[in-house]
């Protein structure tokens, strides 16, 4: 089965542009979802196919892809983005979803 | 307004079993996909399983095939996840996820969990 690999940490500062990155084989075939996630509370989506948002996520977030590494971008990071990110795909040789390990983003 | 809630688990000892539910309102259950995401304490998420719209096709992680069954009640609009065998390593927190669409694999809503904790 395949693996989606991103950075444990990263920092930005407040009011910056932070780049997260997922890369993995399944990538080449399948758009990747991300999902912020705060401590002691459920998975949101914020990020899912080409680069769609659900009602009520700010528009600086946003997504892109290129071969096997899917990006979030948070455009002018805010504090209560601070959380852990996750990024999800199918499988590209079974029926099966894979997450990415998560980064940990700090908002300095 | 979409709702999930999950609810079963609990504490049991090594080789017991437990039967998840998660009931859900505020959309038309019979036509989603739904799935199952696992959480262990200070850990990522693990994708667990997933069921189509009538239940007829199902899909495990390799950690819990053959031990867990994925299922559904449409007229009751519940999801169920039947663990039996459970191990140590199964510790963790239970997320029902509704598929944004018919097998889109992008989870748009969550449940709060229910934490299943496996323990002599």
């Known amino acids: 089965s395949s693996e989606l690999t991103q950075d444990p940490a990263v920092s930005v500062a407040l009011g910056q542009t932070v780049r997260i990155t997922c890369q993995g084989d399944?990538?080449?075939?399948?758009?990747a979802s991300w999902y912020q996630q705060k401590p002691g509370q459920a998975p949101v989506l914020v990020i899912y196919?080409?680069?769609d948002r659900p009602s009520g996520i700010p528009d600086r977030f946003s997504g892109s892809s290129s071969g096997n590494t899917a990006s979030l971008t948070i455009t002018g990071a805010q504090a209560e983005d601070e959380a852990d990110y996750y990024c999800?795909?199918?499988?590209?040789?079974?029926?099966?979803?894979?997450f990415g390990g998560g980064t940990k983003l700090t908002v300095l | 307004e979409v709702q999930l809630v999950e609810s079963g688990g609990g504490l049991v000892q090594p080789g017991g079993s437990l039967r998840l539910s998660c009931e859900v309102s505020?959309?038309?259950?019979?036509?989603?996909?739904m799935h199952w995401v696992r959480q262990a304490p200070g850990k990522g998420l693990l994708w667990v399983s997933r069921?189509?719209?009538?239940?007829?096709?199902?899909t495990y992680a390799d950690s819990v095939k053959g031990r867990f069954t994925i299922s559904r009640d449409n007229a009751k609009n519940t999801l169920y996840l039947q663990m039996n065998s459970l191990r140590a390593e199964d510790t963790a927190v239970y997320y029902c996820?509704?598929?944004?669409?018919?097998?889109?694999?992008?989870?748009?809503?969550w449940g709060q969990g229910t934490l299943v904790t496996v323990s002599s």
């Open positions: 996820a509704r598929d944004l669409g018919t097998s889109s694999w992008y989870f748009d809503y």
């Open positions: 505020g959309f038309i259950f019979s036509n989603y996909w």
């Open positions: 069921i189509n719209s009538d239940g007829s096709s199902t």
């Open positions: 399944s990538l080449r075939n399948y758009y």
């Open positions: 196919a080409k680069n």
């Open positions: 999800s795909s199918r499988d590209s040789s079974d029926n099966r979803g894979i």
